[in-house]
Nanobody, 125 residues
Framework: QVQLVHSGGGLVQAGGSMRLSCAAS????????MGWFRQVPGKAREFLAA???????YYADSVKGRFTISRDNAKNTAYLQMNSLKPEDAAVYYC???????????????????WGQGTQVTVSS
């Protein structure tokens, strides 16, 4: 059974930083690209960033330069480091795993096979 378990969400002040973690189990982590999305009520889930099996990254323009995605294959964990947070970054954040070739950085929800349960990030102004 594949599980993606988030940790690291919560409340942060605007301008602050937060790191989200996504621990994977039940899959061969190194064979999957990992991605992060977020969703606010009433809006579609938004792609943020992806990291390929080989460590290549891709970012949405909305977070480029502020967010950093990374992975540690030895720990079966993906990370999203978020800096200079804004109130509009408040959302439920999701990690996802997508099987693919090396270098693949999927951007569409349909490209991902497994999803975490989500973690709430609240940014106070």
């Amino acid at each position: 059974q594949v599980q993606l378990v988030h940790s690291g969400g919560g409340l942060v002040q605007a301008g602050g930083s937060m790191r989200l973690s996504c621990a994977a189990s039940g899959l061969i982590f190194s064979r999957y690209a990992m991605g992060w999305f977020r969703q606010v009520p009433g809006k579609a889930r938004e792609f943020l960033a992806a990291v390929s099996r080989s460590g290549g990254t891709y970012y949405a323009d909305s977070v480029k330069g502020r967010f950093t995605i990374s992975r540690d294959n030895a720990k079966n964990t993906a990370y999203l480091q978020m800096n200079s947070l804004k109130p509009e970054d408040a959302a439920v954040y999701y990690c996802a795993a997508g099987y693919g070739i090396s270098g693949y950085t999927p951007k569409a929800q349909s490209d991902y096979d497994y999803w975490g349960q989500g973690t709430q990030v609240t940014v106070s102004s």
